[in-house]
């Protein structure tokens, strides 16, 4: 999103008469079509199964809702835009003037250009795509004030899409550090109901940005209609739904910037781009939209999405701020040792004057602190270079404690009223740094830019973010303007962050925000990879992982595996079921390898190697949810990953808990080829278990999906001699991952 100075030509452009047409862009599976006249308003009609206009209209599918409806006509019904122009009057009403279809590579964008009846100067561009490679459309508008004096967007939202049905299922993520995306399934209420995110830098918190819509009353996995949503914006977001029995008032959503406290003044002769929706509908369930997002996502979204990540060790959970030469040395030797690819040094390496102990100081103060690295970070970056690893490191640019250098130096760079006291953040000391402030800018740049100039081998960086936007009050802004903070903020952050890719196109950058509170699809063009969640109980990983694979895809998901004992949870976990439930993501360690016993570096060593051979399919397959955490007994969990040829699969399969002669489960797979054969080998067992029954059988794809398959071991419990962690951990926790290959 950009806001840009119209240019001559664009505020002289005049615009041929559209004549009352049904127009429809399409995705390989999907359909959405548009009727735009002539100064009327513009209406859409359609979103579903890939279809013909005459079919839609044949079958009464068309719905009739005003695409962009503004405050002024029908203000007892949902709008998506109010604005209040500079003579304070905040009617508006909204025809067609213009239509343009464009197509580019994979994309083709349908745009209606909007004029406002009784302001001419207000023009809104509203924009649709749709790509021919994946079922994926976006919607977004683009605001122009054409006119000479500022006019404030009260509510911009992005799109609206009216749907027919009256019997809707909702799902949605919510949670909190520690606890991230539970699935929440929950019948479309009456009325309205919104999908708010407030927390501004790290956006996803506590809610995501994004849903699940069962359209005939279910929302099942194949075999039910589902449109799925999410923004790609790193700032507050809000999706409204609206259930209602009038008449002329579809059940419809909106999605778009959260207008909380976001009143937009836009100068005379500027325009604002708002942000994408971006969605998909799938005929065949849940797990059709989540595979939508994730092919979407790895080709056209996320930063080198199709390539591979590396196994890498973090130090924060081994060792927390007690960062020091001897920890950091053995860390890397230990974990090149086991195969590893990378070592991560976390939190706690920086800070001259005030060196980082604790979340009470240094942060803005990004020199190495001397005591705790005599010798700086070259040596471990050499060490990991000759143990045949890269190396990375932990920043969190956007902060500052009151107690650093830099806050010392520059008070005024920070969030805060300046009447009054504000919230601290983590250490009772910590505060957002205020990027609409140019100078912040730089200094977010020069952090990164001062790392990799120094280090130029330097491949990974982990970007931090600890605290929201608790103080929303600018220091830069005047304060006539500070509605315009929530917006502005996320413009500067896009504007720093594509100023560091101009420069550094490679470095993997992991973003992170207390665990996973910045999962969201605008951060995706910048980021590799994002960290999913500080937990370290992998029973609990399992919950958090499948609710953001959802929408998110399994290679920029960082999954670690911690120490048996979870000091969040109390609970202690075997070694095997810890790296069974990391491996169905970016595979990592966080803990202190020397910590582990001489059986259990036996099977990390020999869990990372098989990791690497079923990489590319974990890390680019296709996701088939088999079980799910979240519903039936709750005992159980499995999923797969299937390439695009269906050739090779990899199934994981959880028994969370144990109970005396549990019943067999039949877990039926999905996404084969029905007439291939696929031969079964057990990945990673046990390290003193045997194999599955299972393993070197070759069954057809057809059997395993429609008859599925038993794995007695998953309701058995554990030998004298199965690796129990550091501590008996009971009977709970068993898995197995299988890898199928067809037999050709
Ligand atoms: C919060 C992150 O989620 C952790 O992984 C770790 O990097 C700490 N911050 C460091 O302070």
Redesign the pocket.
Known sequence: MKRVLLTTALLLASFAAVQAKDYQISTPNTTVILTADQNKPLYFRYYGAKAEIADVRAAGRMVKYDAYPAFGTLCDAPFAALVKQSNGDNSSKLVVDKVEQNTNGHLTTLSVWLRDVAHPELVIKANYSAYDDCDIVKMNTEYFNNGKKSIVLQKYMSAVVPIQSDNCVLMQLEGN?KNECNEVVMPLPVGQYNISTTTASRVAQYFNASFMLGLDGRLEEQNCPVIAGTMAWMGNTQFEFYNTNVARIPTLFMGGINPTASDYTLAGKSSLVTPEMILTYATNGKGEATRSFHRWARHHQLLHGTKEREVLL?S??GV??DISETSMVDMTRDFAALGGEMFVV???WFGDKYPRND?TTSLGDWMIAPKKLPNGIRPLIDLAHNNGMKFGI?I?PEMVNTTSELYEKHPDWVLRHPDFEPTYG?GKTQLLLDLTNPKVQDHIFKVVDDLLTQYPDIYYI?W?N?MSMHNAHSQYLPKELQSNLYVDFTLALEKVLKRIRAKYPEVVIQL????G?RLNYGYMPYFQEM?T??QTDAYHRILIQWGAMNFFPSNMLAAHVGSAYSKYTQRLIPIKFRFDVASMCRLGM?MVPAKLNDAEREYAKRAIAEYKTIRPVVQQGDLYRLVSPYEGNKDFSSLMYVTENKDRAVLFAYRHWFKHYMSNIIIRLQGLNPDAKYRIREVAPEFEGKPAKINGKVISGRMLMQEGIVLPELVKGFTKNAPLGEVRAGNDFRSIILELTEVK
Not at 512 to 515: D, M, N, V
Request: proline letters at 0%; aromatic letters at 16%.
């Open positions: 550090t973090n924060w959970e927390h701020f976390d939190d706690g979340g932990w969190e983590r982990k931090d600890n992170c925000a207390s665990g509170g960290w969640s500080d966080e």
